[in-house]
C-alpha cells in the first residue's frame, strides 16, 4: 500500500515538508533509499522479456538443421582425395631443389681457395712462436737460483737458536723480577731525598686528574675537600712497605 502511495503523493509530501520542519531533511535522505525498490520494479518487468527470449531460443533449433548440411561436406571430403595426387606433385618438385644444392657446392670450393691463403699467414706466425719458446729456457736459469735457495739450510740452525733462547727466557724472567725490584728502590731513592714535602705537591695533582673523571657526574666544589683528607690516610699506608707490593699486583 504504501508502494503506490509513493507513485502519486511523494511530490506533495516534500513540498509540505520544506515549508515546516528543515531540520528533517537527514530524515529525507532516508526515504532516498526507498527510490531504489522502484527500480527493482522496473527489473521485474525485464524478467517478463526474458520469458520472450525463450521464444527466441526455439528458433536456434533451426540452427541445428543446418547441421545437416554439413553432412553433405562430408561427400565433398572424397574431392580432397584427389588432392592427395596433387602432393605427389610437390614431390617433384623437391628434386628439383637438389639440384640447386649442387650448384651451391660449387661455390664452397672456391671458398677454400681463400682459406689456403690464410694458412700462410698463420705458418709464419708459427715462427715467431718459436722465438718465444728460446725465451722458456731463459727460465730455465732462474731454477737454479731456486737450488741456491736449497742451499739455506742454515734457517734450520736458527731454530735451534731458538731453542737456546728459551733456556735464555728462564733466566729472563729471573731478572725481571730484579729488575722490578730496583724500579721499587729507585722509587724509595726519590722518596728519601725529596721527604714529604714535594711529593705532597705532586703526588695531589697526579690524584685530582685521575679523579676528576669521577667528578664530572658528581658535584665539585664540596666534594674536594673531602677527598684531601683521604689522600692522607693514604699516605700512612704508603709508609708500609708490605702494602705497597699488594697495590702493583692491582695495576697488574
Do not use: A, R, W, Y
Not at 572424397?78 to 628439383?96: F, I, L, T
Not at 685530582?208 to 666534594?223: I, L
Not at 700512612?236 to 692491582?250: E, F, G, L, P, V
Request: charged share 100%.
Amino acid at each position: 500500500k504504501k508502494k503506490k502511495k509513493k507513485k502519486k503523493k511523494k511530490k506533495k509530501k516534500k513540498k509540505k515538508k520544506k515549508k515546516k520542519k528543515k531540520k528533517k531533511k537527514k530524515k529525507k535522505k532516508k526515504k532516498k533509499k526507498k527510490k531504489k525498490k522502484k527500480k527493482k520494479k522496473k527489473k521485474k518487468k525485464k524478467k517478463k522479456k526474458k520469458k520472450k527470449k525463450k521464444k527466441k531460443k526455439k528458433k536456434k533449433k533451426k540452427k541445428k538443421k543446418k547441421k545437416k548440411k554439413k553432412k553433405k561436406k562430408k561427400k565433398k571430403k572424397k574431392k580432397k582425395k584427389k588432392k592427395k595426387k596433387k602432393k605427389k606433385k610437390k614431390k617433384k618438385k623437391k628434386k628439383k631443389k637438389k639440384k640447386k644444392k649442387k650448384k651451391k657446392k660449387k661455390k664452397k670450393k672456391k671458398k677454400k681457395k681463400k682459406k689456403k691463403k690464410k694458412k700462410k699467414k698463420t705458418k709464419k706466425k708459427k715462427k715467431k712462436k718459436t722465438k718465444k719458446k728460446k725465451k722458456k729456457k731463459k727460465k730455465k736459469k732462474k731454477k737454479k737460483k731456486k737450488k741456491k735457495k736449497k742451499k739455506k739450510k742454515k734457517k734450520k740452525k736458527k731454530k735451534k737458536k731458538k731453542k737456546k733462547k728459551k733456556k735464555k727466557k728462564k733466566k729472563k724472567k729471573k731478572k725481571k723480577k730484579k729488575k722490578k725490584k730496583k724500579k721499587k728502590k729507585k722509587k724509595k731513592k726519590k722518596k728519601k731525598k725529596k721527604k714529604k714535602k714535594k711529593k705532597k705537591k705532586k703526588k695531589k695533582k697526579k690524584n685530582k686528574k685521575k679523579k676528576k673523571k669521577k667528578k664530572k657526574k658528581k658535584k665539585k666544589k664540596k666534594k674536594k675537600k673531602k677527598k684531601k683528607k683521604k689522600k692522607k690516610k693514604k699516605k700512612k699506608k704508603k709508609k708500609k712497605k708490605k702494602k705497597k707490593k699488594k697495590k702493583k699486583k692491582k695495576k697488574k
